[in-house]
């Protein structure tokens, strides 16, 4: 009888071990990557044109001959996307209204310049150099010369056809027209372009 019972004791406790064994462990479920999404990047190459409108501060070496007042025009270029760097060209005419004091005042401005720049995705930082050429009438008469300017800018894509941005450049016109004046001219302007 002591045998029946241990052998019914040691099959109970052995039941357990025969029903499966001990319970595996369940695999954690897999976690996914968090995905990063890539920053939006605008192709900036292909022809451009928009308009322009800003302010401008006109210093010249003769006494009295200053002033300052709004410029706004229009412009058009054409710009090659490299990939991270973005080079171009860029056609500009501003009219003026400075007021230089007395009958003197800077009438217009046409520049040439050659950009090139970083592309950051939708926003684009560049510098420029170029000539500019101005019309002022000094004395009743009209006055024209030929310049360089620096500048630098900025432009952000608000979709793929249309950007917005600012501009701010410094010309300078040495000896302006054989008049003995060297004129120094800052602007500050808001650029709204359509890209084809």
């Given at each position: 009888?002591?045998?029946?019972?241990?052998?019914?004791?040691?099959s109970?406790?052995?039941?357990?071990?025969?029903a499966?064994?001990?319970?595996?462990?369940?695999?954690?479920?897999?976690?996914a990557?968090?995905?990063?999404?890539?920053?939006?990047?605008?192709?900036?190459?292909?022809?451009?044109?928009?308009?322009?409108?800003?302010?401008?501060?006109v210093?010249t070496?003769?006494?009295?001959?200053?002033?300052?007042?709004?410029?706004?025009?229009?412009?058009?270029?054409?710009?090659?996307?490299?990939?991270q760097?973005?080079?171009?060209a860029e056609?500009?005419?501003?009219?003026?209204?400075?007021?230089?004091?007395?009958?003197?005042?800077?009438?217009d401005?046409?520049?040439?310049k050659?950009?090139?720049?970083?592309?950051?995705?939708s926003?684009?930082?560049?510098?420029?150099?170029?000539?500019?050429?101005?019309?002022?009438d000094?004395?009743?008469?009209?006055?024209?010369?030929?310049?360089?300017?620096?500048?630098?800018?900025?432009?952000y894509?608000?979709?793929?056809?249309w950007?917005?941005?600012g501009?701010?450049?410094h010309?300078?016109?040495?000896?302006?027209d054989?008049?003995?004046a060297?004129?120094?001219?800052?602007?500050?302007?808001?650029?709204?372009?359509?890209?084809?």
């Amino acid at each position: 009888m002591k045998y029946i019972a241990s052998l019914a004791l040691a099959s109970t406790l052995a039941a357990p071990a025969f029903a499966g064994g001990l319970a595996s462990p369940e695999p954690e479920p897999m976690v996914a990557a968090p995905v990063i999404a890539a920053p939006v990047s605008a192709d900036w190459s292909g022809f451009y044109a928009g308009a322009q409108l800003g302010y401008g501060d006109v210093n010249t070496s003769a006494a009295g001959l200053e002033g300052d007042g709004a410029l706004g025009g229009v412009h058009a270029g054409y710009r090659y996307d490299y990939g991270q760097f973005v080079a171009g060209a860029e056609l500009a005419y501003n009219a003026a209204n400075i007021d230089l004091g007395g009958v003197n005042k800077l009438t217009d401005v046409t520049q040439l310049k050659l950009m090139g720049g970083y592309d950051l995705g939708s926003t684009l930082v560049y510098g420029t150099l170029g000539a500019a050429h101005a019309k002022a009438d000094l004395g009743g008469a009209g006055f024209s010369d030929t310049g360089y300017l620096v500048g630098v800018g900025m432009d952000y894509a608000l979709n793929d056809r249309w950007t917005i941005g600012g501009e701010l450049t410094h010309h300078r016109f040495d000896n302006f027209d054989n008049t003995g004046a060297d004129i120094r001219a800052n602007t500050a302007q808001i650029k709204l372009g359509m890209r084809f």
